[in-house]
């Protein structure tokens, strides 16, 4: 009986033993259902003060979180591929990252990120691919604008995407085409009587404090990232300040004489050198952008590469850089790529175009802070048009280039390591 008994103690005692105890999100291209929403589980986690740790370079980028039975409940209903593994599994796998024959790193994840999205009141999720990923994924994220810039609430914030906003005052150059239209116009009404309410005469003043007042989040050790329009008309208000660079129909009167000559590069993230667009009518900030210089980048051959970062030397692009493919899918927008000679030598270029070399994701460090911009408008929507229909993410649960937005929202959570680069 007494032998009996031991048996069972040591039956038992082995299977308590080798009881799994992880839960790992692999986001390689054929085990993950929906790479996407892995992101948000992820989150949710860090959410709710469980540990997590993102295996970078492993399975596409795996993330690894403790075994509970509300992660495994959550990944059943949000659709999302996950394994059981045991401690020995784990392990092994953390052997395997950690061997400095292998391109990988473990990084973990302290804290869900304080995500802000500065965005003009009452726009719908899909107009701005990153409200729409966010909100797919079920990430939390606060709507913010002018006022609550102006008044220091970043502040509250630790991540922060700008919507495809026009920082010049020039109300995104849809002047030729679109100023007769009802939206148009009142778009142009309620930014001037917000800039009034706020104590600016202009636009273009209201839109440059705002654009100082995230400078000083991001050399405060925020986080920025910003695709599309964004990206270069930030840089050119900062440049400009103190510079009227728009025309009668934007601002009421004329544009300053010579006011390339004046431009202040010194004060820009990312971009030199730059020449600015004269033409009202003409739908173009500056040179910067390349869409309609890359005609020799048909559409069946329009994909950006993604460089490869030593994981565990440059973490910080590598996760940044994480995915199942290092092709990705090209997308337009105003601001469709970057031209490479126009940006500063300090800055991290992560993704270019083979066919003309154009740069298309990049990355670097203002102050204590950090920023990312991506050209385009949308990963899944080739040539984004006003009035197009919506993307819809659930065609759409393993888009490599929603992705990488994805990346840039978990990365405040990682435990800080220098970059290298």
Not at 233 to 242: K, P, V
Not at 377 to 398: F, I
Request: with cysteine; glycine share 6%; hydrophobic share 35%.
């Amino acid at each position: 009986m007494h032998f009996k008994k031991l048996i069972y103690f040591i039956l038992f005692f082995v299977s308590f033993s080798v009881k799994a105890s992880f839960v790992l999100l692999p986001m390689d291209e054929t085990t993950q259902k929906n790479h996407l929403k892995a992101y948000g589980i992820t989150y949710w986690c860090l959410d709710k003060q469980y540990k997590a740790s993102w295996l970078l370079n492993y399975r596409g980028g795996s993330f690894l979180l403790p075994d509970a039975p509300e992660i495994r409940k959550e990944c059943q209903i949000r659709g999302v591929s996950f394994e059981i593994i045991s401690d020995s599994e784990q392990e092994s796998i953390l052997q395997e990252i950690s061997s400095p024959s292998q391109n990988m790193d473990a990084v973990v994840l302290e804290k869900a990120p304080k995500i802000a999205v500065y965005t003009p009141k009452g726009k719908q999720p899909w107009d701005d691919a990153v409200t729409m990923v966010l909100t797919y994924a079920e990430i939390p994220f606060t709507p913010i604008y002018d006022e609550e810039v102006l008044t220091d609430q970043l502040l509250l914030y630790d991540w922060l995407h700008l919507h495809h906003e026009d920082f010049t005052g020039q109300y995104g150059k849809f002047f030729a085409i679109y100023r007769n239209a009802p939206w148009y116009i009142e778009q142009k009404k309620q930014a001037e009587e917000l800039a009034n309410k706020l104590g600016y005469k202009k636009v273009s003043e209201e839109k440059l404090a705002v654009a100082k007042k995230i400078r000083d989040f991001v050399i405060g050790g925020g986080f920025m990232f910003a695709m599309c329009s964004a990206t270069d008309s930030f840089d050119i208000a900062l440049s400009t300040e103190g510079v009227d660079i728009c025309e009668s129909m934007f601002d009421g009167d004329e544009s300053e004489a010579n006011y390339q000559t004046k431009i202040d590069y010194t004060k820009t993230f990312a971009f030199k050198n730059f020449i600015l667009d004269r033409k009202p009518e003409h739908y173009e900030f500056s040179d910067i952008d390349m869409t309609e210089k890359r005609r020799m980048v048909p559409f069946e051959k329009d994909y950006f590469t993604l460089m490869d970062f030593s994981a565990k030397w440059d973490p910080i692009p590598s996760m940044l850089c994480q995915n199942h493919t290092q092709l990705i899918k090209g997308f337009m927008g105003q601001t469709t790529a970057y031209e490479s000679e126009l940006i500063k030598s300090n800055i991290l270029v992560m993704g270019t175009c083979e066919l003309n070399g154009e740069a298309r994701y990049i990355h670097g460090q203002k102050g204590k802070g950090m920023f990312t911009f991506y050209g385009g408008h949308d990963p899944e929507d080739y040539q984004h048009r006003v009035g197009d229909e919506p993307t819809v993410l659930d065609l759409h649960p393993n888009s490599p280039g929603f992705r990488l937005i994805l990346n840039n929202v978990l990365f405040p959570a990682a435990r800080k390591k220098k970059l290298k680069t």
